[in-house]
């Protein structure tokens, strides 16, 4: 009930809950649009019913966060990106993409970025840059810096924000990481301190394991079932660089598995494996549904009840 409703002779002073529609409807919001974020933001659950009450305050925040979306495609069309680093930016979560529906949804879909998170790390990199008139010989942009040094551009976005290289420059007019310019030579001498062990993207690869499960994994810890993080510290102190210590990676791989890397391992279909397990009453120790893949402690799986 909206505030300034009257219920047993008091007057509401403000509203508690809300349900989809009539928070759809203060906000200026469409209701199956909003229901989709709700339900990947864990405020409702799948199929609630219509009149499901959510908490004003949550209720709110989503809608807002929802109102602040930039599109996927529009951070390299308009942002001065190019589409390879954007992914890099959600491999080592320099930005999180805002996903519809919950973690191992059929038609989970990445749909956009907050745009207060692009606000904040295109000033980070604009705050480390001395305006540029013209281009200049010796300086190049992010992306030519990590073909030369052999590195991944997100590396030398690291090395940006995290202060390891001073000569940053920002051509004058243009915005986004497209208008910054470094010195080839100084990220070379920096990149042994920031590629130490596995990044983000490396570590999950390894595991098979998409990049959200991966980060969500992380987000467990100190949880039996977690992958722990190593963080590079910087001189700039605002900002680490994520990394995985490979035998962290290792130890993990040799304890934990799930449907995909059994499948590849015996030959067979996923969804074959997934039944033979079922059949044999062998349950997850992890469910899809919590972290958007079924886990399991290899321990417990013998040879013949897979194969």
Known sequence: MPAGTKVLGFILPERLLHTVASLAKEQGLDARTLSNVLIAAGVIPERAP?????????????????????????????????????????????????????????????????????????????????????????????????????????????????????????LAGQDGLGAIRVDPDEVKRHRGACTAGLSPLAAFSTLKLPRDVGWALVGRCPDEMSLAVSWISCPNEGHRIPRFDREVVAKFKARFTHPARLAEAHDLQIGEVVDRLKRRGIRPLLKRSEIGLDFYRISDLKADLII
């Open 50 to 170: 219509a009149h499901f009450p959510i908490p004003v305050e949550a209720g709110r925040e989503v809608a807002s966060r929802m109102k602040r979306t930039v599109n996927v495609i529009s951070l390299w069309k308009d942002r001065n990106f190019t589409r390879p680093i954007v992914e890099q930016f959600f491999d080592d979560r320099l930005l999180t993409p805002i996903y519809y529906g919950r973690p191992g949804t059929r038609g989970r879909t990445q749909k956009a970025v907050d745009r207060e998170e692009i606000a904040v790390l295109v000033g980070k990199l604009h705050a480390t840059a001395v305006e540029l008139g013209v281009e200049s010989d010796g300086l190049v942009s992010v992306s030519k810096a990590a073909e030369k040094a052999k590195v991944p551009a997100i590396t030398v976005v690291h090395m940006i924000l995290g202060g390891f290289v001073e000569r940053v420059f920002r």
